[in-house]
């Protein structure tokens, strides 16, 4: 059974940290492209950021430079480092393992996600 499962959400102020963390089960961690996707009330689910099995990121705009993405294949862990957060930033955060190399769903897994809200 393939497993994503996200921790380290929570309640924090304008200006604050938080620190997500995705652990994967099912899969041979170092085929999967790692990412971390958001959705905020009445709003499509949208990247955040992205990470390959080799250490490659890829940052939506909007977090560039306040956000990292990180990974421990041994640990076949993701991490999201938030800092410098925003009242924008506040929404549902899922961890996502997508196949490289593959268009199927079959191979495209979700977590359940960690809420993320940053007060006024």
């Known amino acids: 059974q393939v497993q994503l499962v996200e921790s380290g959400g929570g309640l924090v102020q304008p200006g604050g940290s938080l620190r997500l963390s995705c652990a994967a089960s099912?899969?041979?961690?170092?085929?999967?492209?790692m990412g971390w996707y958001r959705q905020a009330p009445g709003k499509q689910r949208e990247l955040v950021a992205t990470?390959?099995?080799?250490?490659?990121?890829n940052y939506a705009d909007s977090v560039k430079a306040r956000f990292t993405i990180s990974r421990d294949n041994a640990k076949k862990t993701v991490y999201l480092q938030m800092n410098s957060l925003k009242p924008e930033d506040t929404a549902v955060y899922y961890c996502?393992?997508?196949?490289?190399?593959?268009?199927?769903?079959?191979?495209?897994?979700w977590g359940q996600g960690t809420q993320v809200t940053v007060s006024s």
């Open positions: 099912g899969i041979i961690f170092s085929f999967y492209r």
């Open positions: 996502n393992a997508d196949l490289v190399g593959s268009t199927s769903r079959l191979y495209d897994y």
């Open positions: 990470i390959t099995s080799g250490g490659i990121t």
